[in-house]
């Protein structure tokens, strides 16, 4: 059992790590959860010593195999929440992150388990994320951004690279959406902005962020 301050920190350091692939450095936690750095230096050690991060003074953190499988299965249980409130609850997509992040505290595996069963064992979030597995396997897919295609290219939108609200209000006033079917018309090198067709019906220009930001099956 963790705290739900732990379970930020370790979640954070898992985010921030790239899925655990490099060290984080404390300036960088501390920005993520807004909080000071000497608080975050207190935490790391307490990680530290119960076996979930390697803290290195002056280096960085890492997390341990034990706490990346802790990581893994908060945001297993993040996920599967904001599945369940987008489907069964009907909330649309840029409404669910904060509602998910105080659900994800909720210390049940069989809720867990039985929330997977319910949802049908979903894949992927609302987000297009991947959702972990109860063992910590993670599904991957494969995809590319929008800024990455040619023109005459097209594919299908499967995920977003910026879930905040604003993007995702954004993309869904445009009527961008996961399964929607993107076409490249053309690209304009002046500030990388992107004229698309959007399902067949309507051409959009996007600018080269919009673009930066938008997942697409390869």
């Known amino acids: 059992m963790h705290s739900f301050t732990e379970e930020n ?56 195999e034990r706490g990346e499988r802790v990581a893994l299965q908060i945001i297993r249980k993040h996920r599967l929440w904001e599945v369940f409130l987008v489907e069964k609850l009907k909330f649309n997509w840029d409404e669910v992150h904060d509602m998910a992040e105080e659900l994800e505290h909720i210390n049940s595996d069989l809720l867990i388990r039985r929330l997977d069963e319910f949802l049908g064992y979903p894949k992927f979030d609302p987000h297009g994320d991947p959702i972990p597995t109860e063992d910590g396997e993670m599904n991957t897919k494969q995809q590319r951004l929008l800024a990455e295609l040619e023109v005459n ?57 919009v673009a930066r930001n938008i997942f697409l099956s390869a």
């Open 9 to 64: 920190y370790i979640k954070a350091i898992y985010k921030l790590s790239d899925g655990g692939t490099r060290e984080v450095n404390t300036n960088a936690i501390a920005e993520a959860l807004d909080t000071k750095a000497a608080s975050v230096t207190d935490m790391l050690r307490k990680l530290s010593a119960k076996g979930i991060a390697d803290y290195i003074k002056y280096r960085g953190v890492t997390l341990t």
């Open 153 to 209: 290219s097209s594919g299908t939108v499967v995920g977003v690279n910026d879930s905040q609200p604003l993007f995702l209000q954004y993309l869904d006033k445009m009527g961008i959406f996961l399964g929607a079917k993107i076409k490249v018309i053309d690209k304009i090198p002046y500030d990388n902005s992107l004229e698309i067709n959007l399902e067949n019906k309507k051409n959009l220009v996007v600018s080269g962020e």
